[in-house]
C-alpha cells in the first residue's frame, strides 16, 4: 500500500509517525531491545504521549536476525503462526557490543548495529553493508479521524474472499535501503515481470489464472540480487513497495499493531534460501516416478475407463513412457464434487481398474479440493460432526462459486482432519498413489468463525497450508518417507514441505508459457524446491507449434504433465510429430534420471531448487540479473525454451567465475559453444537449448520405460570441459534416495584422472558396469 503523497505528504487520511530516536536500549544475552520514540525527547514533556515503538533485535541462529516492532502490546493474538524451525538460546548466542555510539548484535558473520543519536541501523554481512534504514523508514501508519468518502471504499472488490475494509485502522511499516543496480526477487508464483522492482506486491492468495498480478501462493520473502533475504512472519496481507512509493527501498506493510521480519545474512541467494529454508522447513523429497511423464483425463472433457485405457494405450504403441494417470474432478459425479466416491457410471469397478494401471506400470492420481458440494455425500456428514467453516451465529458457511451449496472443511479441527484423511485412506485402499489438491485460494474472510478460533484474515493465507499438510500428512504416513507427492496448487510460506506445486490455469499460447516460466522462477526463489505447468497450456488448445515447445519446456522442468481444460492433451490429436517430440525428450529426461534424482536430493538438503534463475548461480555476472526466459536445470543444465512460432532459440551462456568464458556443451545436438554471449539460432523441433556447463559431470543412464530403475547400472558419465586444475564430481543415489556412488575427475596439468567411491553396502566387487566419456 502506498501512503505517501510523494515524498514529503502523507495521502489524506492517514497520520504517519516516524521512528526517530531510540529514547532507550537496554540488552540481554540474545536481545537488544528498544523504546523508540516519533521525536527526540528534550524535556520530560515529551513523553506524555507517543506513539512510540518497542523494537527487539535477536537472533538464535547464525547469519538469521529477527527484528519484531510492536505499538500496542495488549491486542488478542488469535493466530494462526507461521511454524518456524527456531533455535533455542541454548543452541547458540549472538554476541552483542555496546558503545557510546550504537549497540550491535552480530550473528554468525551477519550483524546489525544501530545508532544512538538518530534512527539509523545497518545490517552486514562479512562487514559488508548488506540494507537498512534511517530517516522515514520505520513507522506506525493510523487512519485520521476524519475519514473522507474516497477512503471508506472498500480496498478491493466487496466479496466475502477480500481483505475487509474495516481491517485498516492501523499499520505498522518498515522501509529497507537498495543499492544502485540491486534486484529484487521471490514473493512466490507471479507472473509479473521477474524483476519485481517498481511493483507493489499484495501478499493475498487468489485464484486469477497466470496472465493477472493475482497469485495462487504468495510468500512474505524475497531475496536480492545482492545475496541476502527478508521473511515478513505474517500470514496476514502484507503489502510490498518495491523501488516504487519510494524508488530507492523496499517498503513492507502489515495491518495492526505488530511487524515481525527475518533478515538472512549471505553473499549469495543459495546461501540465503538454505538459511530460508532451515527456518521455515525444506522441501521433501518426490518419490523418483513423479519425475517421469503424467497425463490426465483434462477438466471437462468426458471420459471413462474406456476413453482413459486407449489413451494409455495410445502412448504404449507409440512408445512414449507414461509414469502417471491422473484423473480430474469428474472422477466424481457433478454436482457431488468433493464426495470422494467413484462416479460408478463411468467406472463400475475403479478397484480392478487402478489395478490394471498398475499392471502396465502406472501410478495413479485422483483430484481433490476442500470444498465439499450440498449434494455430496460427505455433507450432512459433516455438517453433524462440525468439520466445516462456520459464520458467526453458528451456520455453516456456504456459497455457490464452483459448486452449489457447497461449504469447506475447517483444518483446525482435529476431527475434521481425522474424518477428510480417512476418505483419502480409503481410496489409498483401493490403489491411489497421490492426489492433486487443488484450489483453497478463495478462503472466506467476513462473518467467519473456525473451531480453533483462528483470525479469519490471516486463515485466508494460511488455510492452504493446512489443507496440503493434512493430506501429504495421509500420503506420507501410508506409503513412507520419500514416498509421498501432492500436486498442489495453493501455497505459504512452508507450503514447500509438502510438494509438488504447479502454475495453474495457464492458456495455450506463448505468451502465457513465458508467464509460466516467470511465475515458476519466482516460486523457486521462495524457497519451493519443485515446479510443474500443464503442458501446452491449460485453457484453449494449442497449435501444434506450441504443443512441441511446451513439450520440452515440460519435460526440462522438474516434473511434466499433460494437463488441459475442455481438451484432451494426447499428443496424435495435434499432429504424429507430436507424438515423436514427446517421446524424444520424455526418453531424454529418463536416461538423465541418474542426474536429476541426485539433484532432487540436493534440493531436499539445502533448500536450493532444482529448476533456478540464472541470478541464482550466476549473480556474479551482470548479464543473468533480469534473465527470466532461460534457467538452471540443478547444478550443470542450462535450459532455453522456445517462445516463438520462428523457432528461434535466444539465451546467454554466463562467465565463469574468475572471469574465463569456458565452454558449454549442447547435450541434443553436441555443438559447442563459448560462454560470456549471447546466442540466437533456429532449433528443429526435436531440439531446445541445454547446455552441460563446463567443468561438470552429467550422468545418463539406461533408461527403458520406467523413471524408477538401477541408476548405476550401465550408466555413461560425461565430462564436460573440464579445465587444467579444476574438478568435478557427480554423485548416484539409488530409489531410496541413498548415496551409493561417487564419480570425481581432477585436470592436473592437462591429464584428467578418474576416481570413484562407493557407499552404503555398494563395494567394488558388486560394482555395475559404468562408462566414463571425456569431452
Not at 39 to 65: H, W
Request: hydrophobic share 35%.
Amino acid at each position: 500500500m502506498i501512503f505517501s503523497d510523494g515524498f514529503w505528504l502523507t495521502k489524506n487520511g492517514y497520520d504517519t509517525n516516524y521512528a526517530v530516536h531510540a529514547y532507550e536500549i537496554k540488552t540481554t544475552k540474545n536481545e537488544i531491545k528498544l523504546l523508540v520514540t516519533p521525536a527526540k525527547v528534550e524535556n520530560r514533556g515529551m513523553t506524555l504521549a507517543g506513539p512510540n515503538l518497542e523494537i527487539t533485535y535477536s537472533s538464535t541462529t547464525p547469519d538469521v536476525i529477527k527484528t519484531n516492532i510492536v505499538h500496542y502490546k495488549g491486542t488478542v493474538d488469535h493466530g494462526p503462526h507461521f511454524t518456524l524451525q527456531e533455535q533455542t538460546e541454548a543452541t547458540f548466542l549472538p554476541i552483542i557490543t555496546e558503545t557510546d555510539e550504537y549497540v550491535e548484535l552480530v550473528s554468525g558473520q551477519t550483524a546489525v548495529r544501530i545508532m544512538k543519536d538518530t534512527w539509523k541501523f545497518s545490517y552486514t554481512y562479512q562487514g559488508k553493508v548488506l540494507t537498512g534504514g534511517g530517516w522515514r523508514s520505520t513507522s506506525i501508519i493510523e487512519e485520521a479521524p476524519y475519514r473522507t468518502a474516497e477512503r471508506l471504499k472498500p480496498l478491493e472488490n466487496d466479496t466475502f474472499f477480500a481483505y475487509p475494509a474495516d481491517r485498516r485502522s492501523t499499520f505498522i511499516r518498515e522501509q529497507l535501503c537498495l543499492s544502485a543496480g540491486e534486484y529484487i526477487y521471490g514473493f512466490g508464483e507471479k507472473f509479473t515481470p521477474f524483476t519485481k522492482n517498481g511493483q507493489n506486491v499484495e501478499i493475498w492468495n487468489a485464484d486469477g489464472g497466470t496472465c493477472t498480478p493475482q497469485s495462487y501462493k504468495s510468500i512474505p520473502f524475497y531475496v536480492s540480487s545482492r545475496g541476502y533475504g527478508v521473511f515478513v512472519n505474517t500470514p496476514d496481507k502484507v503489502s510490498y513497495e518495491v523501488a516504487s512509493d519510494t524508488v530507492s527501498k523496499v517498503s513492507f506493510t502489515v495491518p495492526g499493531e505488530e511487524l515481525e521480519y527475518f533478515v538472512f545474512g549471505s553473499d549469495n541467494i543459495p546461501g540465503t534460501l538454505k538459511l530460508y529454508t532451515d527456518l521455515t522447513g525444506k522441501p521433501a523429497l518426490p518419490p523418483a516416478f513423479t519425475f517421469g511423464l503424467w497425463l490426465t483425463t483434462s477438466f471437462t472433457t468426458t471420459y471413462d475407463e474406456e476413453t482413459i485405457t486407449s489413451f494409455i494405450d495410445g502412448m504404449a504403441d507409440r512408445d512414449i513412457p507414461l509414469q502417471v494417470f491422473h484423473f480430474d474432478c469428474f472422477w466424481m459425479k457433478e454436482f457431488e464434487l468433493c464426495n470422494m466416491q467413484w462416479n460408478l457410471e463411468q467406472f463400475p469397478d475403479p478397484k480392478a481398474m487402478l489395478g490394471r494401471l498398475k499392471e502396465k506400470g502406472l501410478k495413479s492420481c485422483v483430484w481433490i479440493n476442500p470444498y465439499i458440494a450440498q449434494r455430496s455425500s460427505m455433507f450432512d456428514e459433516g455438517v453433524e460432526g462440525g468439520y466445516f467453516i462456520k459464520k458467526t451465529n453458528g451456520d455453516v458457511f456456504q456459497c455457490d462459486l464452483w459448486q452449489p451449496g457447497m461449504a469447506i472443511v475447517d483444518f483446525t479441527n482435529p476431527a475434521a482432519c481425522k474424518w477428510y484423511t480417512d476418505k483419502l485412506r480409503a481410496l489409498c485402499d483401493m490403489g491411489v498413489d497421490t492426489f492433486k489438491t487443488d484450489f483453497a485460494e478463495r478462503i472466506p474472510t467476513t462473518d467467519i468463525v473456525y473451531y480453533d478460533g483462528s483470525d479469519p484474515i490471516k486463515m485466508h493465507n494460511y488455510y492452504t497450508f493446512l489443507y496440503n499438510k493434512c493430506v501429504f500428512s495421509l500420503l506420507e504416513e501410508y506409503y513412507g518417507k520419500n514416498k509421498a507427492c501432492l500436486f498442489a496448487r495453493s501455497a505459504t510460506a512452508g507450503g514447500q514441505q509438502f510438494p509438488v506445486h504447479w502454475g495453474g490455469d495457464c492458456s495455450a499460447e506463448y505468451s502465457s508459457m513465458a508467464e509460466t516460466l516467470r511465475g515458476g522462477l519466482s516460486l523457486c526463489m521462495s524457497g519451493f524446491g519443485y515446479f510443474s505447468h500443464d503442458i501446452s497450456g491449460f485453457e484453449a488448445t494449442a497449435t501444434p507449434d506450441i504443443y512441441k515447445r511446451w513439450s520440452a519446456f515440460g519435460l526440462f522442468s522438474s516434473h511434466s504433465r499433460l494437463h488441459g481444460s475442455s481438451s484432451y492433451r494426447v499428443p496424435w490429436l495435434f499432429d504424429e510429430e507430436s507424438c515423436d517430440v514427446l517421446r524424444f525428450f520424455t526418453k531424454l529426461k529418463g536416461r538423465l534420471m541418474p542426474y536429476i534424482f541426485s539433484q532432487a536430493v540436493k534440493t531436499h538438503e539445502t533448500g536450493v531448487p532444482m529448476m533456478r534463475a540464472m541470478v541464482v548461480d550466476y549473480a556474479y555476472d551482470p548479464t543473468c540479473l533480469p534473465l527470466d526466459r532461460q534457467y538452471m536445470f540443478g547444478d550443470n543444465l542450462l535450459a532455453a525454451p522456445i517462445f516463438n512460432e520462428d523457432s528461434m532459440a535466444e539465451y546467454y551462456l554466463p562467465l565463469e567465475a574468475d572471469g574465463t568464458r569456458g565452454i558449454w556443451t549442447d547435450i541434443i545436438t553436441g555443438k559447442e559453444y563459448e560462454g560470456g554471449n549471447w546466442y540466437h539460432h533456429t532449433c528443429s523441433y526435436m531440439e531446445m537449448p541445454v547446455l552441460a556447463k563446463p567443468n561438470s559431470i552429467i550422468a545418463y543412464g539406461h533408461f527403458e520405460r520406467d523413471f524408477e530403475y538401477d541408476y548405476l547400472k550401465d550408466t555413461e558419465f560425461v565430462i564436460y570441459h573440464l579445465a587444467e586444475g579444476k574438478s568435478a564430481a557427480c554423485a548416484i543415489y539409488n530409489t531410496n534416495a541413498e548415496k551409493i556412488f561417487e564419480l570425481t575427475a581432477i585436470n592436473e596439468n592437462g591429464n584428467i584422472n578418474v576416481s570413484h567411491k562407493c557407499f552404503g553396502s555398494l563395494s567394488d566387487a558388486a560394482l555395475p558396469e559404468f562408462k566414463v566419456t571425456i569431452r
